[in-house]
């Protein structure tokens, strides 16, 4: 592998890492600790750590993405694959250390707040994920592989996947909470799009740049 691969694969590592650690960040300081299921295997298991209390968040999207990895692999790719595995195990390990060392919580407790800012926060980092071909794992496998074989793109994708987790989210924490929870998944499916036109756009704004150097 020549060394400007080995650069440029380094770069993107220290991305993702960058998108996990922003993800993570929105779901333990504002969606969690206010019950706020905003869709993907993240709120589909805080809804199934409510009944078992004794699985941690991100204890339950590590056995979930086990699950997902190996369609992850068949149907989108290799290097999507390993990315994600990369991504999903780096955002259980990140939540598990905010919730059990940092002991993570509500950075505010206005509802509003709290899904405006963690949904900035998450769709910025999901949207980092998945410009560099990789995702946070669970749900997000599914989105890719309908953006992948349908003309959906990928918030639109996501949009679609995690309306199954805020009706779960809605019966479980109660109608308020799921309304929330439904604004939450518009908004992230609408700004993961928008966030990732603009990291494309400065990608190809520095390849030229590049180019013009050489």
Do not use: H, R, W
Request: with cysteine; hydrophobic share 55%; proline share 1%.
């Amino acid at each position: 592998m020549k060394k400007e691969n080995i650069i440029n694969l380094v770069k993107d590592y220290v991305l993702i890492t960058l998108g996990v650690i922003l993800v993570a960040f929105g779901i333990q300081y504002f969606y969690a600790p206010n019950e706020i299921a905003g869709g993907g295997l993240s709120g589909l298991a805080l809804v199934i750590s409510n009944y078992i209390p004794n699985l941690s968040v991100g204890t339950i999207i590590f056995i979930g993405n086990l699950i997902l990895f190996v369609i992850a692999f068949i149907l989108v790719g290799g290097d999507f694959g390993v990315k994600t595995i990369y991504a999903s195990f780096a955002l259980s390990f990140v939540m598990d250390f905010m919730e059990k060392v940092c002991k993570s919580y509500a950075l505010t407790e206005n509802m509003f707040l709290a899904v405006i800012c963690g949904t900035l926060i998450i769709a910025s980092g999901l949207a980092l994920a998945f410009a560099l071909n990789a995702s946070t794992g669970g749900t997000d496998i599914l989105a890719k592989i309908l953006n992948k074989y349908s003309k959906f793109n990928i918030g639109i994708s996501l949009l679609c996947v995690d309306l199954f987790v805020v009706v779960c989210g809605g019966l479980t924490f109660g109608l308020d909470k799921g309304i929330y929870s439904l604004i939450a998944v518009v908004i992230n499916g609408l700004l993961v799009d928008k966030v990732i036109a603009i990291i494309d756009k400065k990608k190809k704004e520095n390849a030229n740049a590049t180019k013009q150097v050489a």
